[in-house]
């Protein structure tokens, strides 16, 4: 949707979906937001973080998508949680979720140092406080104290397949934690499958999946596979 001006107006795209995800600040986010396209734009142009294919592509593919996990669970946007970002990339969801959601102390967790590199910078940038930067893979990260047990939810958008990321986090989570993988509705079906033939050792969870959400502009179909340790 172009607005008199001719560019994208996401306030107008994105506040239906804002209110159902339970989005403290609404206005807000658009700000903050608005001011990572402008990070991400110059950074991508020096490093390849993530597609960017146009402003409304930001707002819809990344904005909007990250956000469809307080559509699935507006329960949990309630609760103070601590929630690791499994292969946070250039930061969607985790940038995001800690602008939708200050009382979450987010942990934005990537092997790949350019992109910790850069979702450090953006979150400084744009005063996040509550979200923090672990450079470093989930598997060696289960093996420290520090981290073992640490969060009570784990979520991955765009990377891995389910057994794969629980059998290398699996340390990672608290007892009764959540886990919240971000799918397709082709991907959960292929997923859940597997998880019901070929469980991952020593894991018996009830893996389930959400409604089907749609994207604004019918940018595509979302849903969340999901499981209490």
């Not at 608005?34 to 819809?60: H, K, P």
Request: glycine share 6%; aromatic share 8%; proline share 4%.
């Amino acid at each position: 949707m172009e607005n008199a001006a001719g560019s994208f107006d996401p306030k107008s795209k994105l506040a239906v979906l804002a209110k159902r995800a339970k989005v403290h600040d609404f206005d807000m986010l658009i700000e903050k937001c608005t001011q990572l396209y402008q990070i991400l734009c110059i950074a991508n142009e020096q490093v390849n973080l993530t597609r960017i294919d146009s402003e409304e592509g930001f707002w819809i593919k990344h904005v909007a998508d990250s956000l469809m996990l307080g559509v699935a669970f507006p329960d949990l946007t309630k609760v103070r949680l601590r929630v690791g970002d499994i292969g946070c990339g250039a930061g969607f969801p985790s940038l995001v979720l800690a602008m939708a959601y200050p009382n979450w102390q987010i942990s934005a967790i990537d092997s790949v140092g350019k992109k910790t590199a850069f979702v450090e910078s953006a979150a400084v940038g744009l005063e996040l406080k509550n979200l923090e930067v672990i450079n470093g893979r989930t598997r060696e990260m289960g093996h420290k104290a520090m981290y073992q047990k640490k969060f009570d939810l784990l979520t991955a958008r765009a990377v891995g397949v389910i057994p794969t990321i629980y059998a290398d986090a699996r340390r990672l989570i608290a007892d009764h934690g959540r886990w919240i993988f971000y799918k397709t509705p082709e991907q959960a079906a292929q997923e859940l499958e597997t998880l019901r033939n070929n469980p991952p050792p020593g894991a018996r969870l009830r893996w389930q999946a959400t409604a089907v959400e749609e994207l604004p502009d019918e940018a595509g179909s979302r849903l969340f596979v999901h499981a209490r340790s």
